[in-house]
């Protein structure tokens, strides 16, 4: 079951610049920052609020790493701005299973590792409205201690 927003996935060029605009502008501070080189990104995460299912919902400020990742790709035809959601669940596992089963195309066979040691998956943006979107499994608490 899908119960929070966990994330919005924001596209950038500069992300230190990005983040000194969410600071100053907003208060925002990064909570987390990290190289995914398997998603092709340099992301910092901003907490903006606790959920009530024990999680927490974030913007998660993305560079790409490499112009023919998918952030990359996305920046060069789109400019700045946002860049997929996130929904937050128990289970992405299960979840990702009963949307495929729905027709929508799941584009990882298995979640793969995506910030703070969760486990991520995608829904194709065609399926959904033109929204890519993403389905997130937090990290057990205590799993990732780079904060
Ligand atoms: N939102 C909405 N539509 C998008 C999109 C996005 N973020 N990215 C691509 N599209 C659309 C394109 O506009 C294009 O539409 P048209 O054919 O109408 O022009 C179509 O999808 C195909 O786009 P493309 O540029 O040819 O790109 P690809 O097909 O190579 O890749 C996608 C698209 C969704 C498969 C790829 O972006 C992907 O695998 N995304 C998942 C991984 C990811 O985004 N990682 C970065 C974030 C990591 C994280 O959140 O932790
Ligand atoms: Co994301």
Redesign the pocket.
């Known amino acids: 079951m899908l119960t929070r927003i966990d ?1 919005i ?1 924001i596209a950038c060029r500069d992300l230190d610049k990005t983040v000194e605009f969410y600071r100053s502008t907003y208060g925002f501070e990064v909570f987390h920052s990290e190289v ?1 080189e398997e ?3 340099r ?1 910092a995460m901003l907490k903006i609020n606790d959920t009530g299912d024990g999680g927490a919902s974030y913007l ?1 400020l ?1 560079e790409p790493i490499r112009e023919d ?3 990359g ?2 920046l060069e ?2 400019g700045e701005g946002v ?2 959601i ?1 929904f937050g669940t128990a289970d992405v596992d299960a979840d990702s299973e009963s949307i495929r089963a729905k027709g929508v195309r799941v ?1 990882y066979e298995q979640p793969r590792i ?2 703070m040691g969760s486990r ?1 998956t ?1 829904l ?3 399926d959904c409205g ?3 979107t ?1 389905l997130v499994t937090s990290a057990e608490p205590g799993a990732h201690e780079d904060h």
Do not use: D, M, R, Y
Request: no cysteine; charged share 15%; net charge positive.
């Open positions: 994330h996935g995914n998603q092709g990104v992301e998660q993305l990742s998918p952030v790709k996305w035809k789109n860049h997929h996130a584009l995506g910030s991520i995608f194709h943006p065609k033109g929204v890519l993403e």
